[in-house]
């Protein structure tokens, strides 16, 4: 796997908006009273948004690892991910960029079940994620175990698309959708929660869309 570039036109647009506070609105929501986030806008298409790209990762070459702070590491191929347990959500999707899309039907691997195979050790606090485009991106443990996140491998009972992060992406639906890495390839479980790819570039350590986390 190629390492990312130290820098790009992409990262510095990036790194700018959050020096600048781009997309703030100053307001705080509740998600049981307010569906929308502040500052989001509903779209009906499903926006592509990468680094550039697009990792072209077979079935057949696919492997999740899972590894790290835990009792049992895992190297999963896809017959492995099949063979848990299957789960189906509807849920939300919230970009930090300020599109949100309604209702989206996955199906996947619950991260519970995941948690539950490796069982991680009590100094365990947050997980990095690491996609086979070199991407990282961090999440406290309680957010990678929400009831409703998974690793997804259909979108509206069709395949994952490669443009989408098939073959198999996290969904952390109650975060800013940065945090669920497309092209998974590892989940490594941490004792301290430390900075992603984003999140060095000026982004928010957990990204609560309600409490418009967008940025550190």
Same mark, same amino acid.
């Given at each position: ?7 790009? /036109? ?26 929308? #986030?502040?500052?989001q806008h509903l779209v009906r298409d499903w926006p592509v948004l990468d680094l550039g790209r ?5 079935r057949d070459r696919w492997r999740l690892e899972l590894r790290g702070m835990v009792e049992a #590491? ?45 069982r991680p050790r009590d100094e365990a606090v947050a997980v990095m994620l690491h996609g086979y485009? +070199?991407?990282?991106?961090?999440? #406290? ?24 992060? +098939? ?11 940065? /945090? ?10 941490? +004792? ?16 609560? #869309? ?7």
């Amino acid at each position: 796997m190629d390492e990312l570039p130290e820098d790009s /036109k992409l990262t510095r647009s990036k790194r700018g908006w959050a020096e600048q506070g781009k997309f703030l609105t100053g307001r705080h929501a509740r998600p049981e009273e307010e569906r929308l #986030p502040p500052g989001q806008h509903l779209v009906r298409d499903w926006p592509v948004l990468d680094l550039g790209r697009q990792p072209d990762i077979s079935r057949d070459r696919w492997r999740l690892e899972l590894r790290g702070m835990v009792e049992a #590491p895992l190297t999963l191929d896809w017959a492995a991910l099949m063979a848990f347990p299957q789960s189906d959500f509807t849920s939300d999707i919230h970009c930090v960029t300020t599109w949100s899309r309604y209702d989206n039907r996955w199906q996947g691997v619950a991260t519970r079940d995941l948690i539950a195979a490796v069982r991680p050790r009590d100094e365990a606090v947050a997980v990095m994620l690491h996609g086979y485009d +070199g991407y990282t991106t961090n999440v #406290p443990l309680a957010d990678f175990a929400a009831p409703d996140a998974l690793i997804a491998h259909h979108w509206e009972g069709k395949p994952l698309t490669r443009d989408h992060g +098939g073959p198999a992406r996290l969904v952390i639906p109650h975060l800013y959708f940065w /945090k669920s890495a497309k092209w998974i390839s590892a989940i490594e479980f941490i +004792g301290a929660d430390r900075p992603g790819f984003w999140e060095v570039n000026g982004y928010h350590m957990r990204g609560d #869309p309600w409490a418009e986390q967008r940025y550190r």
